[in-house]
């Protein structure tokens, strides 16, 4: 296996652009962004895309010390204190805050407009729940052992990580970050719902906007939303999709971000394409029936969220990898592993503010293909409307909205279609695909802010 390399600065050959411009760690032009080709040869071999959604990690929090990436084992508060990451495992019984303020607060900005020009030096002024028992003085300066990541690691080094991945949302929100991971934004909201997280509740519902000038105390709506979604699209298009989430409460609701699109959750999709629990993804598979664009939302215990007191995590993901790397659609599918949203974690790299709503802060994301790149750390700018571009491009969908249309697609970067496919080698976990299939069910939503 090839040692994990940067992506060479090819720039002239795949977008034309001006050496001055080209920096070598990715084909990054000045403003961080990429110059994509419009068309991808090759990108027809994919047949399906499956995003896998992870809770609350960011990047330095979850590959500390990964060879070729850019990450950082120690932060400054907001004194200049220099602090050391602490090693912290995945299981613990308490939360770090992750919304708005926390956002602000930890990049602690300079520039005219609420959360810009970061520091990243506010993080010791975050709030944390674990009071006397927090396993070092500065909890979200930590990060979780190899020992406890090694599946995740161990993708990373066979195919694609990327370590300029952003959350296009800045709010630290999953209520927000799941609106944009179908539907490219989300309704100028931020935080969370008072409520349920879509259409299943009442007009009581709600959930506060973001103006442009990031005042987060906007006209509070409800969080159904009459917006185009991917879904709506791929449904137009005649392309199938299914959206394997877990039901949550005692009533029965689901955790899934189409509860918040009217026309999905009045409509038939909401029976059809709406799927729960998310193990049946494994039958789906196993089956023949994998649709064209899958997403994948785990339960709490399997989120890597802090406070749902579980390290299965990984090897949740790694057996939703091994499903597919095991089936006939090893050699037609691309799988996006992502994580929502930082959760409160350090990150040293600072966004840049491309709208009222973006960005937020680094998070992992590791990219799974036959035609993947081997070992490769990609420093190309992506964010949630990346992997939302992949998917129209490949299907010349239309653009949904302001991330997907400023986003790079990884199809240049990350894939080499004109290699052969490569053959799949089983993902090693802790816990296998049976211990998923039986375990009990988990009605906590893995996220609440």
């Known amino acids: 296996m090839n040692k994990p ?56 929090n979850l590959f500390d010390g990964f060879p070729g ?40 900005g300079t520039g005219s407009y609420p959360g810009t020009d970061c520091k990243m030096d506010g993080f010791d002024q975050e709030l944390y729940t674990c009071g006397t028992t927090c396993p070092n003085a500065n909890p979200p300066y930590s990060y979780v052992p190899k020992s406890e990541t090694k599946p995740y690691w161990t993708m990373a080094e066979q195919y694609v990580l990327a370590d300029e991945m952003f959350a296009s949302n ?4 999953s209520f927000v970050s799941h609106q944009y991971i179908i539907a490219a934004q989300a309704m100028h909201t931020v935080n969370y719902p008072t409520g349920g ?30 917006d185009t979604t991917l879904g709506a699209e791929l449904d137009n298009a005649g392309l199938s999709w299914k959206y394997y989430t877990s039901k949550i409460g005692t009533s029965g609701g689901l955790w899934t971000a189409y509860e918040a699109n009217a026309a999905v959750y009045n409509g038939p999709d909401w029976n059809k394409n709406v799927i729960t629990p ?14 064209a664009v899958s997403w994948i939302t785990p339960t709490c215990a399997n989120s890597d969220h802090a406070g749902c007191e579980s390290d299965t ?43 009222y709503d973006g960005l937020g802060f680094r998070v992992p994301m590791i990219i799974v293909s ?26 010349s969908l239309p653009t949904l909205s302001a991330s997907d249309g400023r ?16 053959t799949f080698t089983a993902i090693a976990a802790k816990y296998s695909k049976e211990y998923f299939l039986k375990q009990p069910p988990d009605l906590r939503p893995p996220d609440t802010e």
């Open 5 to 60: 390399a940067t992506i060479l600065a090819l720039a002239s050959l795949l977008a034309g652009c001006s050496a001055d411009r080209v920096s070598q760690n990715g084909l990054s032009l000045g403003n961080g962004h990429v110059a994509a080709p419009q068309t991808v040869a090759g990108l027809d071999k994919i047949k399906h895309v499956v995003i896998v959604i992870q809770e609350n990690r960011s990047f330095d």
């Open 69 to 108: 990436a850019d990450t950082q084992s120690y932060g400054y508060n907001e004194k200049g204190e220099k602090i050391a990451l602490q090693p912290v495992g995945l299981a613990t019984t308490w939360d770090i805050q992750h919304d708005s303020d926390s956002f602000f607060e930890a990049c602690d």
């Open 170 to 173: 800045f709010d630290v929100s």
């Open 197 to 226: 997280w879509g259409c299943e509740g009442g007009a009581g519902d709600k959930i506060s906007t973001v103006t442009a000038e990031r005042n987060v105390h906007g006209t509070p709506v409800r969080p159904c939303f009459s």
């Open 278 to 291: 998310q193990t049946q993804f494994f039958t789906d598979v196993s089956d023949g029936d994998l649709p």
């Open 313 to 355: 995590g990984p090897s949740w993901v790694a057996s939703l990898v091994n499903a597919i790397g095991e089936s006939k659609y090893w050699d037609s599918t691309a799988i996006f592993i992502f994580w929502d949203d930082p959760g409160g974690w350090f990150d040293h790299v600072a966004p840049e503010m491309v709208d």
């Open 370 to 395: 036959a035609y993947a790149r081997e070992g490769v750390v990609s420093h190309v700018h992506y964010e949630h409307g990346s992997i939302l571009k992949f998917i129209e491009t490949r299907w």
């Open 407 to 422: 986003a790079t697609s990884p199809a240049p970067y990350a894939f080499n279609f004109e290699q052969s496919p490569r």
